[in-house]
Each structure stands twice: as C-alpha cells, then as structure tokens.
T-cell receptor, first 110, second 112 residues
C-alpha cells in the first residue's frame, strides 16, 4: 500500500466549476501536510500547507482530518490556468523527506 | 533571484553508461534533496544533504547511485552502469534548513 494515495483523475471540469480532490495517508505519525502543483514537464511548486484547522488561500481551501488520515483540496471558480497535476504531500514524524502521492490531474475546459 | 538550477536538462544514455547530473541550489540554502520522478508518478526521495554531510541516502535504489556535495553547495548525482529502469526525471530541491523545499526544473534521463 502506498504511503500517500490519490485518485489519479483526470478531473475534467468547465471553467467556473468547483472541484475537490482527496488524499489519504497511511502513517498516523505524519506531521506536516501540503498540496503541490505540477504543470506538465515542470517542477512541483508549493501550492499551500494544510493545517488541522483548515485553511484558505483565495479560491483554494485545504482541510485535514487526522482521525481519518485524510486531506482535501477544494478549488472554487476554476480557471483554465488551474489545469495541472495536484500532488498531495506528507512529512512523517520529524523527518524532512517529502512523501508524494501520485497526483491528481485536473483539466479545466472553456 | 536565481532559483535552483540543474544540468543537463535532458540526457540520453546508452544502457551501461555512467551519467552525472548536476544541481546548483539557491545560494545559502543549507539543505539539498534529490528526488526521482517516474512517468505518471509523484517524486520519490533519494537522498538528503545538510551542508556537505549526506545525512540520509535511504532512498537510493541501488549501489549504482551515488551523490555528493563536497563543498556544501553544488551537488552531483552519479548513476553508474545505467539501466532502462533508471529512466526518469531527477529533481533537486533546496531549502533554508528544512523549511519549504524549492525544486529545480529537473533532468530528464532516458536510458536506451
């Protein structure tokens, strides 16, 4: 079983739609959680950290459920430029290694 | 300012050849990481340096893989006797003492 699991998609949505991605992680000792965005043939870039209380950054909302070991990302009012792969990332214990899911691909169509 | 740079951006190697991949981290960043990203997968950790010390090499897939950072700045990932399964994008990331990791553009290695 992979340490971080995501639905690979693709999610194909029209502009303006709201879309949600989920991710589960296997290690209950995981400490830190992130969403990264990766465009085709580019490097991953940090989108946002995920906090237990939930956090929002503009159109993006991230939530963490430690009891269920589940992380989510909600994108409201999707833009064409949101088309990318979204990677769920976990840091275990007091480690420094980023542990990535396989990514969820989002396609936003006009 | 300048980000993480990697060279070459693309490398084609015949099976059995040795390759060396270079990473120039952001100036002053103490921590440096190497990840391997296979097609359709997320990056996977290979190794970690704090300054010149290689503190974790648990992700290196075999003893054909070797990484160094002799002066605590530039790092080189060397793969000896390349195999087809080594084909992947090799990503380098740096961070100021284990905070956010900034990734370079990667080196796409194809072993034929």
């Amino acid at each position: 079983r992979k340490e971080v699991e995501q639905d690979p998609g693709p999610f194909n949505v029209p502009e303006g739609a709201t879309v949600a991605f989920n991710c589960t992680y296997s290690n209950s000792a995981s400490q830190s959680f992130f969403w990264y965005r990766q465009d085709c043939r580019k490097e991953p870039k940090l989108l946002m950290s995920v906090y237990s209380s939930g956090n929002e950054d503009g159109r993006f909302t991230a939530q963490l459920n430690r009891a269920s070991q589940y992380i989510s990302l909600l994108i409201r009012d999707s833009k064409l430029s949101d088309s990318a792969t979204y990677l769920c990332v976990v840091i275990e214990d007091s480690s420094y290694k980023l542990i990535f899911g396989s990514g969820t691909r989002l396609l936003v169509r006009p | 300012g300048a980000g993480v740079s990697q060279s070459p951006r693309y490398k084609v190697a015949k099976r059995g050849q040795d390759v060396a991949l270079r990473c120039d981290p952001i100036s002053g960043h103490v921590s440096l990481f190497w990840y391997q990203q296979a097609l359709g997968q997320g990056p996977e950790f290979l190794t970690y340096f704090q300054n010149e010390a290689q503190l974790d090499k648990s992700g290196l897939p075999s003893d054909r893989f070797f990484a160094e950072r002799p002066e605590g700045s530039v790092s080189t990932l060397k793969i000896q006797r390349t195999q087809q399964e080594d084909s992947a994008v090799y990503l380098c990331a740096s961070s100021p003492r284990n905070r956010e990791q900034y990734f370079g553009p990667g080196t796409r290695l194809t072993v034929t």
